[in-house]
Each structure stands twice: as structure tokens, then as C-alpha cells.
């Protein structure tokens, strides 16, 4: 039973960084003053876009951001509409023969360093342990025995299904929440915008904004101004108002 730690990281990076002068360049089309584009980039989207509420020149940029968390939040995510999806398909690949599965531990605050190190639990009769090259317990694993338990007979179960001659695709209907989920997410500024403020509030689920506060500081880093208004762990409520 393989652990690991969910992320959500943008992919290129350094385009999202040139976002402002697409987003400037396309605005300035409607007052054919293209020519003034990176003059005063910042000074412009300010006044147009935040003051004024021209949102929609914002929709001139997307960014792709790489998920890898549990088949729950991947389930939560998908319900954003205005977004482009690819994700790994529990259909197709094999967990017996391509990879084996990963599972994703529910609580963010609680971490066993030897499953995040790779190193699988196991439980001989005494309790869910990590072994040494020796076999030898040196320290026990500190998740949850009853959740380690129930990770570790889906995972049996789906080999058992697959040896009996079933199909990945059949054989996934045992697989829990918990698996963990690689998937692609396209969206343009204005739905990130609106992702994040649904997504890393006090509300969102645990897991959610273990990856999205991290992914929105990546976003304030890139593109400061079209974020820079959103807080994390803020009320939803609160965040209501932000919505374009
Ligand atoms: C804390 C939390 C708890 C939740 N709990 C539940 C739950 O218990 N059950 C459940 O089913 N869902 C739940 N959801 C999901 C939620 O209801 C939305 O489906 C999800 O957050 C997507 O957001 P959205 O619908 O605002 O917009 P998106 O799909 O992200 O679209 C962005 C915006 O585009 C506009 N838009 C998109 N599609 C349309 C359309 N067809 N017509 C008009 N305007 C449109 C709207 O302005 C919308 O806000 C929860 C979400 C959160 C954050
Ligand atoms: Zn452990």
C-alpha cells in the first residue's frame, strides 16, 4: 500500500508570468491604442480591469495546473464547468501492471514520514508497522489502523478481481475515495479566479486547500494583481462579493 502527498503545481510557469500583456494588448484592441501596450502594463490593468470591471479581458489567458490528489477532490473539482479536463482513467490503466495504486491519507496535519518516504506499512498480527531491511518493526506507522486496514484490502480485493480474470475497468469499483488521482486542469484567469475563491476558504475540504492555498500563493507570485485580492481560509461568504 503505496502513500503519498497530494500537490497541484502550474504547468509553464513563466507563460502564466506573461499573462498581464496579453490581457493589456487584447484590452487596448477595443480603443485601438495597441500601440500603447507595456508602457504602463500594471497602471492599466488596475484601472480598467479592478476599478473599472472589465473582467472579461482577463479570459485571454489560461493556465494548466497539474492535480495529483484523491478521487474525491478530483470529483469536487470537475464541478467547475468553465474548465478543461484530463484525468487518469481507472478504465484504462492497469494498477496490477502499470503502476501499483496510491492512496491519499484524508488529514493533511497528520503525516507518517516512512509511508511519504515510500516505505509501505505492513501488519503482521501486532499492528501496522514499518520494517527494516532486517524485517524488523522500527517504528509503527501512525496513521489509522482501521483506514490502513480498509486501504489495504480494496488494494488485495483489486488484484484478486484482476487475477479472477476481470477487467481494470470492473475491478476499479473497489477502489475508495482515497485513491489518488492525477488530473489536468485548463481554465482562463477569470475561472481560476473563481476557483479560488470557492476552493481555498474555511469551507473547502481539507485536502482541498492543502493544495490550492499552496497553488494560489503560486498565482499571486506570477500574476499579483489579478490575485492579490484573495485570502485564504476566508468565509465563503466573505468571498461572495469578489465573484466577477
Ligand atoms: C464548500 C463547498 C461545498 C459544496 N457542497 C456541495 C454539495 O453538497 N452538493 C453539490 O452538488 N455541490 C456542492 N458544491 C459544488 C458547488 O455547488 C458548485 O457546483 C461548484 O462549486 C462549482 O461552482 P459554480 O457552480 O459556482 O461555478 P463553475 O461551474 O465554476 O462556473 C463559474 C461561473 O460560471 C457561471 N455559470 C457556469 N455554468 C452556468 C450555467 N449553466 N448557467 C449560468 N451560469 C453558469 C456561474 O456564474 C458560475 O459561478 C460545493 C462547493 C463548495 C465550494
Ligand atoms: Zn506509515
Not at 34 to 39: C, K, P, Q, S, V
Not at 40 to 46: D, L, Q, V, W, Y
Not at 168 to 173: K, N
Request: glycine content about 2%; aromatic content about 10%.
Amino acid at each position: 500500500m503505496k502513500i503519498v502527498r497530494p500537490y497541484a503545481k502550474v504547468m509553464e510557469p513563466e507563460a502564466l508570468a506573461q499573462a498581464l500583456v496579453r490581457i493589456e494588448y487584447a484590452a487596448r484592441v477595443s480603443h485601438r491604442s495597441e500601440d500603447e501596450t507595456a508602457l504602463n502594463t500594471e497602471r492599466f490593468i488596475r484601472a480598467v480591469v479592478l476599478n473599472h470591471g472589465d473582467w472579461s479581458v482577463v479570459e485571454h489567458v489560461s493556465a494548466s495546473v497539474e492535480f495529483l490528489v484523491d478521487r474525491g477532490i478530483t470529483h469536487e473539482i470537475v464541478r467547475h464547468r468553465i474548465a478543461s479536463y484530463t484525468q487518469e482513467s481507472t478504465r484504462f490503466v492497469n494498477y496490477a501492471k502499470k503502476m501499483p495504486p496510491t492512496f491519499i491519507y484524508p488529514k493533511p496535519d497528520e503525516e507518517c514520514c516512512w509511508c511519504l518516504k515510500g516505505l509501505e506499512p505492513e501488519n503482521n498480527g501486532d499492528g501496522w508497522r514499518h520494517y527494516d531491511e532486517n524485517d524488523k518493526p522500527f517504528s509503527d506507522c501512525s496513521y489509522e489502523p482501521y483506514w490502513l486496514t480498509a486501504i489495504d484490502e480494496a488494494e488485495h480485493a483489486y488484484r484478486e478481481l484482476l487475477s479472477n480474470g476481470w477487467s481494470p475497468q470492473e475491478a476499479r469499483s473497489v477502489f475508495p475515495n482515497a485513491l489518488s488521482s492525477k488530473i489536468v486542469v485548463s481554465m482562463n484567469i477569470r475561472s481560476w479566479r473563481h476557483f479560488f475563491l470557492m476552493r481555498t476558504t474555511k469551507e473547502a475540504h481539507p485536502q482541498m486547500r492543502q493544495v490550492t492555498i499552496p497553488l494560489l500563493a503560486e498565482f499571486q507570485k506570477l500574476v499579483p494583481v489579478l490575485f492579490e485580492d484573495i485570502a485564504p481560509e476566508a468565509r465563503q461568504v466573505a468571498n461572495i462579493a469578489k465573484g466577477r
